[in-house]
Each structure stands twice: as structure tokens, then as C-alpha cells.
């Protein structure tokens, strides 16, 4: 037996990085997702770190979903997009989760290094626990590097009903904030015509 050395294809990889899965790919292209919404780099490119959201109505699972919305940002746009949210929005927000999400199993996940199985980590919503088959619509998060999914504190799930109740945390003054950065960024009308309807937020 011997033990497989680093060949050429994985140069180093830290354990933790995973090819990022389809269901955060740009659903128009079929491809990764390239550039960021806000500062519009290209992500591949440029080897910066960044975020994927994508907001999906699920069917049968991740088996078959309907996107809603999706963008990619890099972390450096999503630092500014952060600091305009109100300390006490914020406060509310940390609490919210401190309170709803079983931080123990994720740390499991990555004392035993389960990254292979996708549904450990998003297969349930991370405030509801629901599984993805009983949840109509709901948002999904990674954090990558080039074409890698990195894990760890990332990727996760959650439904819209958990994401109904942080939004009813937010200040006014952050809910301005949305307001403005929805104006902003001049997506895909999908993606204008979801937040019309309230702010969501970037977790
Ligand atoms: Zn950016």
C-alpha cells in the first residue's frame, strides 16, 4: 500500500477547499460565477476570496430548484456593504443566531473533516433545522477562492421563513441601508424584483 502523494492536479490543496458544486453556478451560463456584483473584478481571475448567494425554490431537494436570485461578491465589497448596517441591527442579528444555530455540529464537521458530503452542510436550514425537501424557498451561501468552495464556517442553508424573522430585526436605518445598496447594484431584474419586496440579508 502506498499513500498517495500531491501530484500536479492538487498542488497543496488545503483540505478544506471542494470544487464548487453546480447549485452555485450562474444559472444563465451554466458556468462559475466570474465577476462580482458590486466592484465587477473578475473572481477567477484574480484569485480573490468571495461570496456566493443565491436565493432557490427547491424541488426534491437540490435536485432540481428554481433560482430566484444569485450574485457572487467579494469580500472586500461585502466589508463595505457591512459596515452600513446598524451596530444595534448587527447586535440583534449575532444574538439571533448565538441563539438559533447548533454551532457544536458544525465544528464537528470540521474537527472530522467531512467535506466530501454537501448535504451535512446545507441539507437542513441552519436556524429551523428543516431539511431541504420540506422548505418551499430558501437561500443558499458559500465562500470561495477561484474555482474552490472553501469550508468551514461556509456553505450553509437557510430557509425564508428563518430569513423573514432576522429581517424583522433590522433597523430602519439598515433597512435604508438595503434600500440603497438594492439601487446600487444594478443587477438582473430577478434580482431587483426579490428585494423589492423587503431587504434580505447578507449573512
Ligand atoms: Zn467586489
Known sequence: MTIRNTNNDSPDQPTNHRPIPKVFFDD????????????????????SPYFIEKAIKPHLGYQAYATIF???????????HKNKISKSSLA??????MEHVDVSRRQYLVAHELYDDLDLWMGHCLVTDKHV????????????????LVMGDYPYMISSEALDAVVNLLSNETID???KLKDELVG????QD??????????
Open 188 to 191: 438582473p431584474p430577478a434580482f
Open 133 to 148: 425537501t420540506a422548505i418551499g424557498e430558501c437561500q443558499i451561501y458559500a465562500q470561495c477562492l477561484g474555482d474552490q
Open 28 to 47: 444563465l451560463t451554466g458556468a462559475m460565477m466570474r465577476h462580482c456584483i458590486s466592484c465587477e473584478q473578475d473572481l477567477l481571475e484574480n484569485q
Open 177 to 179: 441601508e438595503f434600500n
Open 70 to 80: 444569485e450574485y457572487a461578491m467579494c469580500f472586500k465589497c461585502m466589508d463595505t
Open 194 to 203: 426579490l428585494l423589492k419586496d423587503g431587504p434580505r440579508v447578507l449573512l
Open 92 to 97: 440583534n442579528i449575532n444574538q439571533f443566531f
